[in-house]
């Protein structure tokens, strides 16, 4: 039997219709759904994984959302601190925008059922992380805020179809018309006048990972396949304290940064405070500053862990169960022991170019969550600004979704997608060694060689997509050349004002990704 590759018509086993398709069932799918289905829309979710395998599930720490003047806090003060953390690369427009619907957005889910953690006078409890100056992160059963988004959302009665990948967006003359999806019964065709893609992050990029399997940038290839503008890719946040355990890969546990917002410090394997000095944050710093100062302790050092002590926190078992049984599986006590630790792919900061509605410039393509790239982060997220994008970006993108109810559909030319790829540990190995916390023109030159080569074969659908992020990121880093945010280059230390713009990926007329920064064009990867 011949593999089917880019151009094949598939034999089509189902078909369905629907006003909106959601493609994702985490905090921004779910969100979207309940709101398009609460102002009338006929939605149908589809998820490739199961009900669990979302980075949402995931989550810890919580979700930044502000508080009030009398909690020490403001929309402007949650603003300022967001575009701090974004290194001169947020739209403060969209932080604004996004940071000021924080509190309905959490009334909303609290009315689904979602119940977040209190202090002994019944507010809700707020925690601290790196970045943030108050303490405005709410947060659910201790570190497993995640789980009861996920929950809550779950709950709200919204149908999803999981198993269920979405390998093209299909489009005539300019326009969505819908998805064509693989299901264990075959290739189906989904015909619907919008479609939003809340397909999560590209953490599999890399060997070491917070995120879930499924976190292979589906969507940034699907949007760059249908036309859509793909923005800041190189920015890939590092979390600084993933537990390290020797030869480890694959997902890894994170060790959340709210332990740190509690007490606890960083050491190196000499015990030196390594932090005091570098921000004024010290150990709360911003994510991309922390993780670069492990990064060079590692090099100087010649080690490669770091070490967390949260000898401090007597209550860290009841306050952080997620991360004591994590810590408990590799035979830590972190009541007793210090934590090793190392930094590890998180985050993807940058992606599918979408406005503050999830509208990307194809009509009738809408993308939120971590795919989506609104302006929020910049070149570094604030930490627990996804979840409050999540919800706020993916309740709207519910309401876009009204405008296109009606729209003609044209005919679309339904075949497969290329599926030409890099084998997965092949790039992931890549990808760390030459695309990680620190990056140079030599070591992304070898990346944008490698991906340029892939070849066609068996229909591999993730690959293919990592292996498009991956000529994205390494021509959109090559072009970068300064260090800004959680893109560092060894060879440019410095931040450049003339660069302090976002870099803008898409396909040209040949089918080539054209990285294009203030209009102009930058770099050329074939993929
Ligand atoms: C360990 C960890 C801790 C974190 N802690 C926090 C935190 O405390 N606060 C915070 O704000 N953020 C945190 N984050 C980040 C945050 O959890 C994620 O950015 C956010 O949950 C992403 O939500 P999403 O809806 O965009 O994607 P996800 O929750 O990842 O969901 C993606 C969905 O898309 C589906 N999918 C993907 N591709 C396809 C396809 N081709 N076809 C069909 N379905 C597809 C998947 O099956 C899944 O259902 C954390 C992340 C991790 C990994
Ligand atoms: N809150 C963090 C994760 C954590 O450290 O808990 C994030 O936003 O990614």
Redesign the pocket.
Known sequence: MTSPVGGVEPSIGWEASADLVV???????LSAAISAARRGLRVLT????APA????????????VPGTAAEGDSVESHVRDTCEAGAGLCDEDAVRSIVADGPSALSLLESFGAVFDRGVDGTRARTKEGGHRVRRIVHAGGDA??AEVQRALGNSGQAVLYG????RVLTASGEVTGVL?SSSAGYGVIHAPAVLL????L?QLYSCS???A???A??IA?ALDAGAEVADLEFVQFHPTVLFTEGSTGRRP?V?EAVRGEGAHLVDLSGDRFMTGVHPLGDLAPRDVVSRAIAERLHLTGTDHVLLDARSIRTFHARFPTVTAACFAAGIDPLEQLIPVAPAA??SCGGVATDVWGRTCVPGLLA????ARTGLHGANRL??????E?LVV?ERAGIAAVERRGARLGSADVVLPSTAHVPRTVLQNLMSENAGVVRDADGLDAVTRAVSAARESEPV?EEAALTVAATVLAVAASAREESRGCHTRRDHPEASAARGTSTRASRNVHGDIEIRSIGELTGVGRQ
């Open positions: 493609v994702g069932g985490g905090v921004a799918g589809v998820a490739k994984g395998d979302t980075a949402t599930q995931y989550a810890q720490g919580g979700i930044a805020t995640g269920t990948s979405v390998v999806a809340a397909t999560g992050g953490g917070t995120n879930p499924g976190a292979t589906d969507g699907l994170l959340s998180h985050y939120a969550g971590e795919v930490a627990s600004n996804s979840l409050l999540g993916g659908w």
